[in-house]
């Protein structure tokens, strides 16, 4: 407690700063601040890439700073790229000179530039990126357990360098690599709840077998569990033995073609309430949760991030814009629930339902930023409290973290990667 009492324990308890990454060169010379490492795409808009960049004036005599983002699928291992070949497609590539700045090509500073440009002196230089809205979603395929290596999948890296031209290849020594992540929020639309019914007809059986299903809901966050609704109606001679409910998650892959592949993320075989014999009907709720601990063993399977990241999961299910060009989304995620019954004697009945799964949108979030005659304010970039007490943030009142993605339990330091 503070000599002054509780009071103003409560105040310093509230003098929290904005957070913000940082990563330096290898030589120290140039250091790169982002505000965050997950950029949200709204579906209408996707939030900018703006950072700021600390160089060292008297190292820069003659040089230019650059600043690179590159969206690429890379669909091989680093360790088979020989003689000049990479098992990569790169979707989108944009470059911007930070450093003398170009006057024609300043952007609007967004509040936390203005506040890093503040704390950091006159050696700081702001950039920023807009990416489009049908630019890709971060995607990773699972590796194997013994697999080394940076896996396959659909990656965006920001890099800020020092070379003589915006063309040339820089060192290693005059460079900051970092990893972001494009993330997809889910549009506030209301959808029809799934729902399906098939009628199967069996050989020496005047009546069919009636399958209906539906969920209670179309969209589900990572982590929610699903309800099935299933009714048998069995006017056939048959008997249903038992039901099999799986959780499927489909990924398209689009290079130069597209080829499909799917994998269950969920599953439920029951035997409870069975068998339907002729004549009789059933209904029942089931319920399934695709998790991603759970099918950490499957290669392949894709991901929003890499598996010895803490906040990765299952991928979001992809959004395809109606203009959106299908060879440059990389991966198109897509997940559906199978309801599948075993019948005596063969003759199984199945059906699908498509939903979506994908991250919550926060209500409370500000529109896209737009310009006043004030200068832009991002709200996304400043966390407000939400207790009833005002915060007050000063303009220096940062909390610089370094660049490093958190690490799970169980791995090892050298693990960790930018």
């Known amino acids: 407690m503070s000599e002054n009492g509780p009071a103003n324990d409560a105040a310093d308890q509230k003098k929290i700063g904005t957070r ?229 998650q489909y990924a398209d892959i689009c290079l130069f073609s597209t080829a499909q592949y799917k994998c269950p993320v969920a599953t439920l075989e029951t035997e409870d309430g069975f068998p339907v014999s002729p004549s009789q009907t059933m209904s029942k709720v089931y319920t399934v949760r695709p998790l991603l601990a759970n099918n950490k063993d499957k290669r392949g399977l894709a991901l929003d991030g890499k598996l010895k990241h803490e906040d990765t999961n299952l991928a979001s299910a992809t959004f395809v814009g109606d203009e959106a060009n299908k060879e440059n989304l990389g991966i198109i995620v897509q997940y559906k629930v199978k309801i599948k019954l075993i019948v005596a004697f063969g003759g199984d009945v199945s059906l699908e339902l498509p939903f979506t799964l994908t991250h919550p949108k926060d209500d409370d979030e500000p529109p896209a930023p737009v310009q006043t005659d004030d200068g832009p304010v991002d709200h996304n970039l400043i966390n407000f409290d939400t207790s009833g007490d005002a915060v007050q943030y000063d303009d220096d009142d940062f909390i610089f973290e370094e660049f490093t993605r958190l690490r799970l339990k169980g791995y090892d330091e050298h693990d960790a990667e930018a």
């Open 20 to 248: 913000v990454f940082k990563k330096s060169s290898p030589n120290g010379k140039i250091t790169t601040y982002l505000g965050k490492r997950d950029f949200l795409d709204h579906i209408s808009y996707v939030d900018p890439i703006d950072g700021v960049i600390l160089i060292d004036g008297d190292y820069l005599q003659d040089k230019n700073v650059f600043a690179h983002i590159l969206c690429a699928f890379r669909y091989g291992r680093e360790d088979l790229d020989v003689l000049g070949l990479t098992f990569r497609k790169d979707l989108y590539l944009a470059s911007l000179q930070v450093y003398p700045p170009i006057s024609e090509e300043q952007k609007p500073l967004t509040r936390l530039q203005e506040r890093l440009l503040k704390k950091l002196g006159p050696n700081a230089f702001p950039f920023l990126f807009q990416l489009p809205v049908n630019t890709p979603a971060s995607v990773t395929l699972q590796p194997a357990p013994g697999d080394t290596g940076k896996p396959c999948g659909v990656d965006y890296e920001l890099k800020t360098y020092v070379a003589p031209s915006i063309d040339e290849k820089p060192h290693k020594r005059d460079t900051v690599r970092l990893a972001i992540r494009k993330l997809t929020y889910a549009p506030n639309k209301p959808q029809p709840q799934p729902f399906a019914e098939v009628c199967k007809e069996f050989m020496m059986s005047s009546n069919p077998l009636y399958l209906e299903a539906s969920l209670d809901r179309e969209m589900y966050y990572h982590g929610e569990s699903i309800n099935v609704n299933v009714t048998i109606a069995n006017n056939s001679n048959k008997t249903v033995k038992k039901i099999k409910i799986s959780v499927r």
